[in-house]
């Protein structure tokens, strides 16, 4: 196992030889209890989150649905540990995440998240292998590790044969496979994904989703991803619709 995706330690106890962001279990993963997120105050409180209630296990593929303003990225920003509730409590892995330090924080991200976005988000001039290997610099690995992992994840998403070109010489689809690539290069337990698809036609949207949702089935990979279409919802195994900053409805998805 490389040191790189073996960052995760209860990953490695597995031992079981597969890769280390492997998930089948189905232990609680993170909880919303009563999570409610107002900003600004007074005349101009706007109410985002009012007092939400849900729990996603480890293995699952959860789809957020919803129409615009009704707090799906305010719930997804508490989600990614980049923003903490007004009231209420959000645990991850059983940690009150708004009792801990900005620093604190900064780490659970680091050891147990990656993050999809709507705009990829990648370094353009830089290649698809350097634009993986980033958030590995920052973790401290050694450039051969670095190399190995950044190729394997690059396999994962069907890139090998773009491994070289700048990410601005690659198309919307591969630069989004490119970023999901990105975010597992760390081996997290979960990816967080707003709007994955915003910027695909329909057809590579849809080759997303099904990445998406063979990292879930193989992999094992607790996958949350936003969006706001019914169609991209349907990939996953359970749809969670927000209205005016309350879950509407949560079920399963029928087959
Ligand atoms: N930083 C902020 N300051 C003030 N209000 C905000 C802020 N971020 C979001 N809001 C408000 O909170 C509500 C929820 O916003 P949020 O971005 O979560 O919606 P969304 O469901 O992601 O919408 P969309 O589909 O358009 O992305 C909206 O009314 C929005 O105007
Ligand atoms: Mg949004």
Known sequence: MSTALGANPSAAAKGSGEPAFARRSSVELLRFIDVSKIYGSGEAAVVALDHVNFAIRGGEFVAVLGPSGSGKSTAMNILGCLD?????????????????????????????????????????????????ELPLIYRGIAKPQRHAAARRALALVGLSDRATHAASELSGGQQQRVAIARALV??????????????LDSARGHEIMTLLRSLNAEHGITIVVVTHD??????????IHFHDGRIASDEASTP
Request: no cysteine; aromatic share 10%; proline share 4%.
């Open 230 to 239: 019914e169609e991209i919802a349907a990939y996953a195994k359970r749809r």
């Open 186 to 199: 760390t081996a997290p337990s979960v990816i967080f994904a707003d709007e994955p698809t915003g910027n």
């Open 84 to 132: 903490t509730p007004t009231s209420g409590h959000y645990l991850f892995r059983g940690v009150d995440v708004g009792t801990l330090s900005r620093d604190a924080r900064a780490l659970i991200r680091r050891n147990n998240i990656g993050f999809v976005f709507q705009g990829f988000n990648l370094l353009k001039r830089t290649t698809a292998l350097e634009n993986l």
